[in-house]
């Protein structure tokens, strides 16, 4: 056979973006609830300082206490807000960084 096969020919800068902003979307998905787990924890322990004593009732106990706390009180949908957002950052940070990290290495 003449020429190229489809693993010879390299991905063009275009199909690097997309490839790479596509994948990071999917990742987030899949982690998007631990991440909101997490930033509602952090919060939760914001309110305990020195000038709050700790006399607040402790609304969440650990990552999966959370969830389970979040779907049964707000929903399964809570899990998910804030989504979109977190959709954008990667779409565009993502693409960027892995897009061009052949480029600059």
């Known amino acids: 056979m003449v020429g190229?096969?489809?693993g010879d020919v390299p991905p063009t800068a275009t199909v690097k973006f997309i490839g790479a902003g596509t994948a990071a979307c999917i990742a987030d998905l899949f982690t998007f609830p631990l991440d909101t787990a997490k930033v509602r924890l952090q919060?939760?322990?914001e309110t305990k300082g020195p000038a709050n004593t700790?006399?607040?009732p402790v609304?969440?106990?650990g990552v999966f206490g959370t969830i389970s706390t979040m779907v049964r009180v707000e929903g399964p949908r809570s899990?998910?807000?804030g989504l979109v957002?977190?959709?954008?950052?990667?779409?565009s940070f993502a693409s960027v960084r892995i897009g061009?990290?052949?480029s600059v290495k």
């Open 85 to 91: 957002a977190g959709l954008q950052r990667q779409m």
């Open 4 to 6: 190229f096969r489809a």
């Open 59 to 61: 609304k969440y106990r």
């Open 79 to 81: 899990l998910y807000s």
């Open 100 to 102: 061009l990290y052949d």
């Open 54 to 56: 700790g006399h607040g």
């Open 43 to 45: 919060i939760q322990g």
